[in-house]
Structures are given as structure tokens and as C-alpha cells.
């Protein structure tokens, strides 16, 4: 078994740089790299999409514990690794309003 599958990103990963556009014809965004840190979602459901804005990835529910490790620029989105529903490992976006840290 993969590393990244134990969750344990290496730090490379961890500071891989993430940015262009939101998928959506919109504005570009760019993410901070951050000390990886817990955060519990406190809405009834949140998404976990494949970038700002963009296309549903996952949905978390109330209480559920996320590790993040990224913060767009404009401090709206934390950044965190995902097993891709449609395969693999790729990063997600979680709404920061809708969170707090545990």
C-alpha cells in the first residue's frame, strides 16, 4: 500500500503548487501551502470539489474531521488530499466558512 493511501503525503506533495482557473470561465486562483491542520465540518453537509467553485467531488457531513493543507489567496477555500471517486488520489476544495478548526 501507497503512502498516500496511509495518508501519509510526502512533503513534495505536500508543496506542490496549485493554481489556474476555476473551471468555471472565471477568475484564476493560487493556494498558500499551510502546516497541515484538522478542521470539522460545522454545516449539515459540505462539498468537496475538484477546485473553487467547480465540479462536486464528495460530500462531508456534520462533525466529519478533514485534514487540510492548502489555503487559496483569497482565504475562502481550504485545500486537502482526496481519494477521487472516480479513481485515484487528487487534491479537493472545501469551503472555509462552513468549517472549524479542531
Given amino acids: 500500500m501507497s503512502e498516500i493511501n ?4 510526502n512533503d513534495e506533495q ?3 503548487v496549485v493554481g489556474g482557473n ?4 472565471g477568475e484564476n486562483y493560487s493556494v ?3 502546516k497541515p491542520r484538522w478542521v470539522r465540518v460545522t454545516s449539515s453537509t459540505l462539498n468537496c470539489r475538484y477546485w473553487p467553485n467547480g465540479e462536486i467531488a464528495k460530500v462531508y457531513e456534520r462533525g466529519h474531521r478533514l485534514k487540510v493543507d492548502g489555503l ?3 482565504g475562502q477555500w481550504w ?3 482526496i481519494y477521487d ?4 488520489e487528487c487534491y ?3 469551503y472555509r466558512a462552513y468549517t472549524e478548526l479542531d
Fill in 6 to 9: 496511509n495518508n501519509k503525503v
Fill in 14 to 16: 505536500l508543496n506542490e
Fill in 22 to 25: 476555476d473551471g468555471m470561465g
Fill in 32 to 34: 498558500t501551502d499551510i
Fill in 72 to 74: 487559496t489567496t483569497d
Fill in 79 to 81: 485545500r486537502l488530499w
Fill in 85 to 88: 471517486p472516480r479513481g485515484g
Fill in 92 to 94: 479537493g476544495y472545501i
